[in-house]
């Protein structure tokens, strides 16, 4: 780690004269540092410790730098971070970094997003040097592959669905029902069917949708497996996190002409499902409740 006082190096004329940079990371101590290095390197520095607060910073205002840690401990991760900068400052310098000298074997795939991959322990001075590098080159132009909401959703449904059996997991208390994952999963390859058919076949906004068999299924059988109505509307909830979570992972893919209304389907079609399941689940609770004595 070079001293504080280094001398105070000069940019190229071409360049900005004080380059703005947006450092995220988890580990406040290296914001710290590397926020008062580059400071007195003369860049204008912003900083983030988590995704969602990177994401409202690259929102919001325009950087020449992105200086990111790959691994966070949240949902969401350098790529994704990456993915937004590509959308809202595309001139933006882009560079990861990450504590494991294995990921150096994975560069070719992060530089498909990335400008400049770089492993910790990293000496300021060299990373200070690998940032004015790369603002004299500019950002690697990357072609971008625009798919609709429902082509992402189609081509990602099953890690989107490992990624609702995540949430599951870390709430046990919440779906407390006894089942394997394939019994819990049991209904989600047809309602995400469904849903990439109501994308590419939308429905005016305000009509109803068409009724779902499966999800009056689901209902008679979440009913016979022991689920309450309170852990159905929750396993709901959690899915629309797993696919927002998806499309949050393909911000750089996404036709953002047509997102929000993407958004709007996806929330309308899940919340529709959700209304059939739950008018089947009552139907068969009262369907099994003893008559009552005369």
């Not at 929102?59 to 993915?83: E, N, R, Y």
């Not at 494991?100 to 400049?116: F, G, I």
């Not at 909401?149 to 997991?169: K, M």
């Not at 029902?177 to 390859?189: F, T």
Request: aromatic share 4%; glycine share 4%; proline share 6%.
């Amino acid at each position: 780690m070079p001293h504080l006082d280094a001398e105070l190096a000069l940019l190229p004329p071409s360049l900005p004269v004080h380059p703005r940079v947006l450092l995220v990371d988890d580990d406040e101590s290296v914001l710290n540092l590397l926020t008062q290095v580059l400071k007195h390197n003369g860049f204008e520095v912003s900083s983030a410790s988590s995704v969602n607060q990177a994401l409202v910073l690259i929102a919001s205002q325009t950087f020449d730098i992105l200086v990111s840690d790959l691994h966070m401990p949240s949902h969401g991760d350098g790529l994704t971070v990456v993915s937004a900068m590509r959308h809202f400052c595309p001139n933006a310098v882009t560079v990861i970094f990450s504590a494991y000298p294995e990921m150096k074997l994975a560069a070719e795939a992060l530089l498909k997003q990335a400008d400049e991959v770089v492993v910790k322990p990293l000496g300021v001075e060299n990373l200070v040097s690998v940032i004015r590098e790369r603002l004299k080159q500019g950002p690697t132009p990357i072609p971008r592959v625009i798919q609709s909401v429902a082509d992402i959703l189609e081509r990602c449904t099953q890690s989107t669905i490992e990624e609702w059996i995540h949430f599951v997991h870390d709430e046990p208390g919440i779906i407390s029902a006894h089942l394997d994952d394939d019994a819990r999963c049991a209904h989600l390859p047809q309602l995400f069917r469904e849903l990439v058919a109501r994308l590419r076949f939308p429905v005016p906004l305000g009509k109803r949708a068409p009724g779902s068999s499966a999800a009056v299924q689901h209902g008679i059988d979440r009913r016979r497996q022991r689920y309450t109505a309170a852990m159905l509307v929750e396993e709901s909830r959690m899915l629309q996190v797993s696919i927002f979570q998806t499309l949050q992972n393909n911000l750089n893919k996404i036709d953002f002409s047509v997102l929000l209304v993407g958004v709007m389907a996806i929330a309308d079609e899940v919340d529709s499902q959700l209304a059939q399941q739950m008018a089947s689940f009552i139907a068969e609770a009262k369907a099994q409740s003893p008559p009552l004595a005369a």
